[in-house]
């Protein structure tokens, strides 16, 4: 029997730290010892998130007073910017320490990115270096071998997956990709902010982060990678009156001799065989409803009316493949597990 | 190692055979080896529920396709009425067969009740006798030996289960019993009317079925037996712009000498250690939010302003506890399998 | 022709505010001069409600800056408590001014239930004698002839009108009043709080307040006077995933003699020609979608199972007939117009 | 004082014939005259629409019933295909009769288009010459003098106003436009299929008619005439969980020295004046919901991060401006009424 892995999580208070218990508690190689909240220190999960009443957990501490001798691995759930002076203490301390950590921190690999993106230069260059783009389906065996992941953003990774495939076998022109990606609420997190509340966000929608979302870096990285050679794509994000999913379409066009069908296939090929990602039938339109809770992501490929263009439309939960979900196969493969371990659960519906 | 038990849902084209699908695919023990649904037959559960695409399972076939030998056990979830005689038929070709039926049918166990509140003879009525009414936590032992058990409704299990311990410990007055109780619209089915789509239904809310809901003949039945008297519950459900949960607001009155906090006290001994019921602190008002997805109740007592009253509030969600998980918590006590199998899954919360 | 009345709002910046800018704009008789909003002070409306955006209206100020010479009548939504000391202070500088109070501060004619419900002394006791309760319904001649009027809460009027004609004709028993309100999530305000985000709200339900609602007291003052001797109402408010919206399910016990049906032909009596009060056919349920957005009340009245008691159900918009609406009809009634001058409009359905 | 227009509406018990009333109900020079509703033939319109309860409306009747000597102007608010043939009787009894059509049958002038996208040729050919196309902003003088108004269609009206003025002023590449439309439930009808059911549409977002919707025709034909030369559009359309609200995120092409600036003042030049069209400053996003209910348009245009492209986002209330609003605006112009006349209200906010 595999022996439990220790774990902690930095940031347990808010939605990706509640959906991380969430499933590390149905993960049969997982111990969770600690878990951090410092605006809730004290209080008991089940009194932050009463889905836990009456579960067995450590209650909230500070990050102070975290005992690192006895924690292998940490989720690290905190906002972005401060996460990289944290990470850095923490492995300063215990350099053994495996880290999979949920802010944008780590993702850009390129530090003159990330100063243009988050506005300061980094703090933490060399960890930086070092760190592994942990969505997985592309980056799998660097991952297994990583001591600090970072996984990616929600948007990223609904929309990378689809894309990279069509861009490394040459089949869609790199600079005219168009993407919507709609999202849930509970990707703005759990902070009280007036345009938040229920009645400002329900009933209607609207764009955020037009022209210069973050994650759009994180696009430029991996279509780069993928492509060869600078990509250029136009992403404008929603905010969708629902609580989870991600929702991107994604209008490309075609190369020279590439089908919509073509697409679709070398999509079918690439993601062959995957666990969580399900390239639907073509023509198929996937819905955001079809993955809600699970780690999933289905994709669809439908041609465009005519012959230049398709439409690739890629959807999966937020929480789950989009940070917590993806963070926990990330674990299983740093630590050595199935890559699906705790992560069965499927989707919840209606 | 336990021998699987092999399974057909009938009915597997609704949200209640969804439901089953989703927690039975996560069972150990199970093995699903038939699904019907008469008007989608030789379709694929991935094409009729999408959440399922790529998953090794039967395809959809009528009931008459039905290979009853195959089968060991049948969840029943099919509609009111026309479920006694496909039972019937079932057991008179294969009387070991167990059954466990989601439908109205043998829930009641007066024949003169059944045909007041569904305005017909009851067409099995032995097996109405010999039917096991499926409330686990308050009829666990009856249920272990059946071979026929009634789940119970969704609305009867929510509001059954917190004022059973009251009635038997004569702690609140049986003629007084006030009762909202608001459901989600996925209790409502899947069938294709008006006043269930989206535009009719979001942004407001409404009752239904006032003064005359069928599962007030369950509360009725229950509550006279807890109560050694006929007990009188005025019943009004409510729909709520919401996919899942059913929430109870049931005012009640006190008899002599018993406080709300007594009422507390009964309720946590009554449900002390149970798996799937949890009494919150006395005073905390439960949210439906915190079930969503689970099998679980939360329960919570309320002090009115004056002496005389309190406020018991239970909530569940109307397709796990209030259907489908449940009727998996009587396929375990009826196999034999540890009670909590394949539904330990926490709530998707948010 | 009228001569335009010169309004002001305090507190423009919240819903309510919001909702008497939609109706006073459409109003023939007012000239809105002035616009307060202590923490958005000097921005345009537009910017803060862009529904408005490109209207002519007054920048936001703070109440510091209000010119009182110019204004006929202050609308004021203000919160609980600092009102009684503003609106003082107003009619120290002009005793002239007519003020319709959208909080509660002048809601309890009795200082003592004040003090009870509130915790501390009222510190306008001679504008509290004064005030008259805004119910246009129950109390038009007195309001009329006021100079300030305590608009009422929206949990209150939808529970007030349905019984205080059965109380007055002695046809319900008045210490057996149960009621559950479930309000739409615009009642709660704009302000940024955790408990009030979508993801926190969306796909559940809560009550809250139980057993202790502020709101209470209006039912016990209004009932009491109905019913010439004490009343006792059991009042659970709740939380539905929705704007606007007020729900009451009330359920009461019959008088020796009474029944459902004169319950619904004395509230039909009652509010005969009332243009806002549509009492539905006997057993006809109300929906709350079929207000929404209007100054209606829609009221049903349908029989329990037994014959001694009967479920009454009032619905209304909590922001129009539970709150700017009313408050407009109240400012007719004071200023002589027509009583349904700007808010002739429907309800906004789907 | 003007003359009252006798007014019918064929179709009225769908939800753009309720919105009809909602708006006629409140327009000075209208009086409804008849109804029609074959499957809902004899029923008053409160029992249709519980909203107009109480108020003074013809019944429904079938439209053989229909006394086309009474009626001046009719809206025909019947499904695509069938209604060619009921406008060429109507004309053909009474060549007087005004009309303004809501479906989508004399949309196209093209009969060549209007066969390709609908699938037959079409059944009035001469009246479809003669039809004017209602997009109001762009067409008014030829919709004054109309005796047939085709409303545009919902997306259409949403895209389309955007974009005119920049294809016009030649700013924008007219190959290079690529539109995600996102509406809510309202514009799919009141018809009962499973696929509008609330439980299949909350809480999740999906495509729909990608590649081939039919408003895509309406798009190629005001494009087309606006650029002087065929432009190509793809255009995806996608269900959210509102009621109301469609919401067109645009991406286009700059041509060679045109900037987002330039076409933020195009834009801003185009509608000056207009009183149901708000060009938002440059660079603020629009949010669905402050149209919701209204007649109002609001646009924003953002730069993307490079200089070659830019976001223009449109929203409105798809059974206002997008439906029934529109066509009172029609009527107002058909009629000689000032054009906003009916057409006042703000919107419902929250």
């Known amino acids: 029997m595999t022996e439990p892995v220790n774990v902690a999580i ?8 509640a959906e991380l218990i969430r499933l590390l508690l149905r993960h049969p ?40 001798d006895a924690v292998d691995l940490v989720f690290c759930a905190l906002p972005h910017g401060t996460t990289q002076q944290v990470i850095a203490d923490l492995i300063g301390r ?18 003159a ?38 996984n990616p953003g929600c948007h990223s990774t609904t929309s990378i997956l689809p894309i990279v495939p069509l861009l490394r076998e040459r089949l869609i022109h790199p600079d005219q990709i168009v993407i919507t990606s709609a999202t849930g609420m509970s990707g703005a997190g759990r902070g009280a902010k007036e345009e938040m509340l229920f009645s400002e966000v329900s009933e209607g929608v609207h764009a955020y982060g037009v022209g210069r979302h973050r994650h759009t870096a994180e696009l430029d990285q991996e279509y780069e990678k993928a492509a060869g050679r600078a ?22 066009t075609l190369e020279a001799g590439a ?14 065989g995957e666990p969580f990602v ?22 669809g490929v439908i041609a465009d009316r005519g012959p230049d263009r398709a439409i690739v439309i ?9 940070a917590s979900g993806q963070a926990v196969q990330n674990m299983n493969l740093v630590c050595g597990f199935d890559e699906t371990e705790g992560l069965g659960q499927f989707a919840l519906f209606p």
């Open 259 to 272: 089908t919509a069908e073509a697409l679709h296939a070398a999509l079918a090929t690439a993601y062959w």
């Open 278 to 299: 399900q390239v639907l039938p073509f023509g198929k339109v996937p819905h955001s409803r079809h993955v809600r809770g699970s780690n999933n992501v289905q994709i």
């Open 10 to 17: 930095l940031g347990a208070s808010g939605y990706t730290g």
């Open 231 to 252: 990509a250029r794509a136009t992403f404008t994000p929603m905010l969708l009156p629902m609580n989870r999913g991600i929702y991107a379409t994604i209008t490309v």
């Open 314 to 322: 890629s959807t999966l939960d937020n929480l789950v493949k989009g």
């Open 29 to 68: 190689h997982v111990r969770i010892v600690a878990l951090t909240a410092d605006r809730k220190a004290d209080q008991a999960v089940g009194d932050v998130f009463a889905q836990f009443a009456g579960v067995d957990l450590p209650r909230l501490t500070t990050i102070g007073e975290l005992e690192i």
């Open 113 to 150: 990115a990330y100063e243009e993106w988050y506005g300061h230069p980094h703090q933490a260059l060399e960890l930086q270096q070092e760190a592994a783009f942990g969505l997985v389906e592309l980056n799998r065996e660097a991952i297994r071998s990583a001591r600090l992941v970072a």
């Open 94 to 111: 215990k350099p053994s320490l495996k880290i999979v950590d949920l802010s944008a921190d780590f993702r850009l690999a390129d530090p």
